[in-house]
C-alpha cells in the first residue's frame, strides 16, 4: 500500500537541466535590464550631445554673420576661412581614363559613376582633385547636406559589408572607441572635420546617389563654363542632398535655381535652411525643405489729380504682380482657349463669304 501511494522520482539529470535553465534564465533577465537602463543613461548622453552640437553650429552661424557686419561697418569685407570639407562626385566613366586619374579615382574610392565621397581639403587632396578634376563634380556641403547625406543615404562599413545604418548601436560597435556613439557625434566629426574625421569617414561607405533625368548635358565641361565637371564650391548645395545627382545637369551658375525660374524667388541662404529643388515632373517643380523669401516690394501709389512735375509718366502698380503662380498659369490657359476660339471664328468667317466673282 505504501509503495502505491509513492510519487514516481525524477530523474536526476531532468533536475539538473531544469537547474541549468533557471539559472540562464535569470542571467538572462539580468542583463536585459541592465542593458535597458544602459539605454536610458546612453539616450539621454546623446540627446545632450546633440543639444550641444546644434549650440555650435548656430554660433559658427551667427559669428559670421557678426564679422561680415562688423567688417562692414567699417568699409572693409570680410573673407570667411577657407572650407576644411568637400563632397565629391564620380560623373563620367572608365573609357579612356589615363592611369593616373584611374588611381586617383580608386584611392578616393570613386569606382563607380555617380558615387559620392567626403574628402578633407589640404594640399594633397586638392592636387588630387585637380588631377581627376574632368571626370568628378565636387564642392563645399554644408550642414543640412551632410546631415541628409548620412541619415538618408548613409551606409557603414562593417566586416567588409555594407550596412544601412539604421540604429546608434552600429555606429558605437564600430567607432566607440573615438568616442563617436551615435549618428549626431558621425555627422558632427565630418562637417567640422575633427581629429578624427579618418576613421569616421573610412567607416562611410561611398555614397550611390541617382542618376540624373535625361542624362547629363556637358559632362566634359567645366561648371563655370556651363557644364557639369569641376568644382562648383557652395553650388553643391543647390542640388537636393537626398538625391544629389538628381538636377545635376541642370544646375548652372548665377540662376536663382537649377532651371532659371524668375529672380523675385530667391532661396534663403542659411546654413539652417539651405536652397533645395525637387523636380515633380516636366512643368512643375516642389520645393522641399527650402524658404522661398519673396521681397516685399512697396509698389509707389500716385493720386490721378495731384501728380508732381518730377513724375510726368507715373507707374501704377501691377494688379498682376502678387498673384500666385497657379493663377497666372490658370490665365494664361484660359487665353490660349480664347485665342484657339477667335482663330476659329475667323476660319469659319472665311469659309462663310464668298468668292468675288473673277
Known amino acids: 500500500m505504501a509503495d502505491a501511494d509513492k510519487v514516481p522520482a525524477v530523474p536526476e539529470s531532468l533536475l539538473k537541466r531544469r537547474k541549468a535553465f533557471a539559472t540562464m534564465k535569470a542571467i538572462r533577465i539580468k542583463k536585459m535590464l ?14 545632450k550631445r546633440a543639444e550641444k552640437y546644434h549650440k555650435e553650429y548656430r554660433q559658427m552661424y551667427r559669428r559670421e554673420i557678426r564679422l561680415s557686419r562688423i567688417a562692414r561697418r567699417v568699409g572693409n569685407f570680410y573673407v570667411p576661412a577657407e572650407p ?12 579612356g581614363v589615363s592611369p593616373k586619374v584611374r588611381k586617383v579615382l580608386q584611392l578616393l574610392r570613386l569606382r563607380q559613376i555617380f558615387n559620392g565621397v567626403f574628402v578633407k581639403l589640404n594640399k594633397a587632396s586638392i592636387n588630387m582633385l585637380r588631377i581627376a578634376e574632368p571626370y568628378i563634380a565636387w564642392g563645399y556641403p554644408n550642414l543640412k547636406s551632410v546631415r541628409e547625406l548620412i541619415y538618408k543615404r548613409g551606409h557603414g562599413r562593417m566586416r567588409k559589408q555594407r550596412i544601412p545604418l539604421t540604429d ?12 563617436i556613439i551615435c549618428v549626431e557625434d558621425l555627422i558632427h566629426e565630418i562637417y567640422t572635420v575633427g581629429k578624427n574625421f579618418k576613421p569616421a569617414n573610412n567607416f562611410l561607405w561611398p555614397f550611390k546617389l541617382s542618376s540624373p ?34 538636377e545635376l545637369s541642370r544646375s548652372h551658375a548665377g540662376r536663382p535655381f537649377a532651371l532659371g525660374y524668375s529672380s523675385r524667388y530667391k532661396p534663403n541662404t542659411s546654413s539652417s535652411f539651405p536652397p533645395t529643388l525637387v523636380l515633380k515632373g516636366r512643368n512643375t517643380f516642389l520645393a522641399e525643405n527650402c524658404k522661398l523669401s519673396r521681397p516685399t516690394v512697396n509698389y509707389p501709389t500716385y493720386s490721378l489729380l495731384i501728380v508732381k512735375d518730377s513724375q510726368k509718366r507715373p507707374s501704377y502698380p501691377d494688379p498682376m504682380a502678387r498673384a500666385s503662380r497657379s493663377f497666372l498659369n490658370r490665365i494664361s490657359e484660359l487665353s490660349s482657349l480664347e485665342g484657339k476660339t477667335i482663330r476659329q471664328e475667323k476660319r469659319l468667317k472665311t469659309k462663310k463669304t464668298p468668292k468675288p466673282p473673277s
Open 34 to 47: 541592465a542593458a535597458k537602463k544602459a539605454r536610458k543613461v546612453k539616450r539621454k548622453l546623446i540627446f
Open 84 to 95: 576644411k570639407l568637400a563632397f565629391v562626385i564620380r560623373i563620367r566613366g572608365i573609357n
Open 168 to 179: 546608434n548601436a552600429l555606429v558605437e560597435k564600430a567607432l566607440g572607441k573615438y568616442g
Open 213 to 246: 533625368r535625361g542624362g547629363m548635358n556637358k559632362k566634359t565641361t567645366h561648371f563655370v563654363e556651363g557644364g557639369d565637371a569641376g568644382n562648383r564650391e557652395d553650388q553643391i548645395n543647390r542640388l537636393h542632398p537626398f538625391s544629389l545627382c538628381q
